[in-house]
């Protein structure tokens, strides 16, 4: 009589979490959001209540965790880090009030975008009026390579938009012209607001490099992760509308694979798509239909892969701890993550 067989069980690693990143951080980020709540108030009403409506509106905070992650991994024991994380976070925020005007997106973290309520010229003038006080949060520093640093990445930053609007429906974009998009319109803060950390901790250029790589890399990965997702879920997982980017006729890259890898039928339709003769929820569903079956979605995330690696990679001259391992599960998330 044969023994019963019994199966070797295996134990599945759990999926990458933001978790460490926020507990290592959550103090820190108290203050920062203090800073930021004190600095978006204005005489003006309309001011607070537009900002408000972006900022109190969820988003993971990442580019600020990453100045007080990166503060943590080289040992800062000061507080200028917490008004530079702000100064990061309303940069950020601007860029996403006139990206959504100029997008003309509909949903921005679940609700309905500034755009839609408040009108353009209103959410416009309050992404001004957000990267002015951006400005005055550095300048409050100290810093001239700290102002350098975030001011020469908000300027980059511009570039990048121009440089996607100027590559909208253009089918021709090559994957090399997207890379350069995205390292400037997304990877260009990350890696200033992980650089920022070791500019006020004094660290040597070694370290500031190192913390400069992180961010840029990471920035990539979460950008890369962000275009697929916009082909790969549904609009209550994003928090904005489903097929943005294909409406808007962006050549990213899962287009850009599934156009190279289609047949001329396939590449007939892509051309109309991106110039926008076809931009229909069934034109969006049959895009996705040609993503997937040329394994576009799943090539993205590869690549997003690569470069959350390098991000890891240049943490390896830290001593390990609690900082570098939420920083290492960060990026692995980044890469994960279905929203």
Same mark, same amino acid.
């Given at each position: 009589?044969? $023994?019963?067989?019994?199966?070797?069980?295996?134990?599945?690693? @759990?999926?990458?979490?933001?978790? @460490?990143?926020?507990?290592?951080?959550?103090?820190?980020? =108290?203050?920062? =959001?203090?800073?930021?709540?004190?600095?978006? +108030?204005?005489?003006?009403?309309?001011?607070?209540?537009?900002?408000?409506?972006?900022?109190?509106?969820?988003?993971?905070?990442?580019?600020?965790?990453? *100045?007080?992650?990166?503060?943590?991994?080289?040992?800062? +024991? !000061?507080?200028? &880090?917490?008004?530079?994380?702000?100064?990061?976070?309303?940069?950020?925020?601007?860029?996403?009030? &006139?990206?959504?005007?100029?997008? !003309?997106?509909?949903?921005?973290?679940?609700? *309905?975008? $500034? /755009?839609?309520?408040?009108? /353009?010229?209103? %959410?416009?003038?309050?992404?001004?009026?957000?990267?002015?006080?951006?400005?005055?949060?550095? %300048?409050?520093?100290?810093?001239?390579?700290?102002?350098?640093?975030?001011?020469?990445?908000?300027?980059?930053?511009?570039?990048?938009?121009?440089?996607?609007?100027?590559? +909208?429906?253009?089918?021709? %974009?090559?994957?090399?012209?997207?890379? +350069?998009?995205?390292?400037?319109?997304?990877?260009?803060?990350?890696?200033?607001? #992980?650089?920022?950390?070791?500019?006020?901790?004094?660290?040597?250029?070694?370290?500031?490099?190192?913390?400069?790589?992180?961010?840029? /890399?990471?920035?990539?990965?979460?950008?890369?992760?962000?275009?697929?997702?916009?082909?790969?879920?549904?609009?209550?997982?994003? !928090?904005?509308?489903?097929?943005?980017?294909?409406?808007?006729?962006?050549?990213?890259?899962?287009?850009?694979?599934?156009?190279?890898?289609?047949?001329?039928?396939?590449? #007939?339709?892509?051309?109309?798509?991106?110039?926008?003769?076809?931009?229909?929820?069934?034109?969006?569903?049959?895009?996705?239909?040609?993503?997937?079956?040329?394994?576009?979605?799943?090539? *993205?995330?590869?690549?997003?892969?690569?470069?959350?690696?390098?991000?890891?990679?240049?943490?390896?001259?830290?001593?390990?701890?609690?900082?570098?391992? $939420?920083? %290492?599960?960060?990026?692995?998330?980044?890469? $994960?993550?279905?929203?």
């Amino acid at each position: 009589m044969s $023994a019963d067989i019994v199966p070797i069980s295996r134990k599945q690693s @759990p999926a990458p979490s933001l978790d @460490p990143m926020l507990a290592l951080t959550a103090p820190g980020m =108290n203050a920062v =959001n203090a800073v930021i709540l004190d600095r978006m +108030q204005s005489e003006i009403p309309l001011i607070p209540a537009l900002a408000g409506h972006l900022i109190s509106g969820g988003g993971k905070r990442l580019r600020p965790m990453l *100045t007080l992650a990166g503060a943590e991994l080289v040992g800062y +024991q !000061g507080s200028r &880090h917490y008004k530079l994380a702000a100064s990061v976070e309303f940069i950020h925020t601007a860029t996403l009030l &006139h990206d959504d005007v100029v997008d !003309g997106s509909e949903m921005r973290r679940g609700k *309905t975008a $500034a /755009n839609i309520i408040f009108g /353009n010229p209103a %959410t416009v003038l309050v992404g001004d009026f957000l990267f002015s006080r951006s400005f005055e949060l550095m %300048t409050e520093d100290g810093s001239l390579r700290v102002l350098k640093i975030l001011s020469g990445a908000s300027a980059i930053i511009a570039e990048g938009e121009v440089d996607q609007l100027t590559a +909208q429906r253009k089918i021709g %974009t090559s994957e090399e012209r997207y890379l +350069q998009i995205i390292r400037a319109k997304t990877a260009a803060l990350f890696a200033a607001a #992980s650089r920022i950390a070791a500019v006020v901790a004094e660290c040597d250029d070694d370290q500031e490099r190192a913390l400069d790589e992180y961010g840029r /890399n990471l920035g990539v990965a979460f950008q890369l992760v962000d275009d697929a997702i916009d082909y790969d879920s549904d609009a209550a997982a994003m !928090g904005k509308d489903r097929g943005d980017d294909f409406r808007e006729g962006k050549m990213t890259l899962p287009v850009i694979l599934a156009y190279a890898r289609g047949s001329e039928e396939e590449r #007939s339709f892509w051309r109309d798509a991106i110039s926008g003769i076809k931009s229909s929820d069934a034109d969006l569903d049959h895009a996705c239909s040609l993503i997937a079956r040329h394994g576009a979605v799943e090539d *993205t995330r590869a690549r997003a892969r690569h470069f959350a690696d390098r991000a890891i990679d240049a943490l390896s001259i830290f001593p390990d701890g609690k900082a570098r391992q $939420a920083m %290492t599960e960060a990026a692995r998330f980044a890469v $994960a993550r279905g929203y």
